[in-house]
């Protein structure tokens, strides 16, 4: 939208003439006067109806935000979990969704075989 109104000022402003042929400088000043204020008026115009879009945006904003960090303190240790269990994500196939609404990784035939050290649960490279 910002870009929107800066190229209708300066369409406006292009379609003013550069060189008065004209003696008559008070023509052409208010002209030029009458010229700023429309635009100064519609660039308040379009400010004002975009004001309500922009608080919206902020509400938004706020509310990802939060929804983001429960998020991120929920599932944070659960995914950091299941890293240690998987080596290289790029060894296995889409999840699959059950009927029963069990998710299925499977490990693509070609890989190369994983081994996680059961007492420390690291991965042996």
Do not use: W
Not at 15 to 20: E, M, T
Not at 25 to 38: D, T, Y
């Amino acid at each position: 939208m910002k870009q929107f109104i800066a190229y209708t000022a300066i369409a406006l402003m292009t379609a003013l003439p550069l060189s008065a042929e004209t003696d008559d400088s008070a023509e052409v000043e208010e002209g030029l006067s009458l010229m700023e204020q429309g635009a100064k008026l519609l660039l308040r115009g379009f400010m004002t109806e975009m004001e309500p879009a922009i608080e919206e945006l902020k509400g938004m904003s706020e509310e990802m935000s939060d929804a983001m960090a429960l998020f991120t303190a929920e599932m944070g240790p659960a995914l950091a979990e299941m890293m240690t269990r998987i080596d290289d994500l790029r060894n296995y196939d889409s999840p699959e969704i059950m009927p029963n609404g069990d998710i299925i990784i499977r490990r693509k035939p070609d890989a190369p075989i994983f081994e996680m050290d059961p007492e420390t649960g690291e991965v042996d490279l």
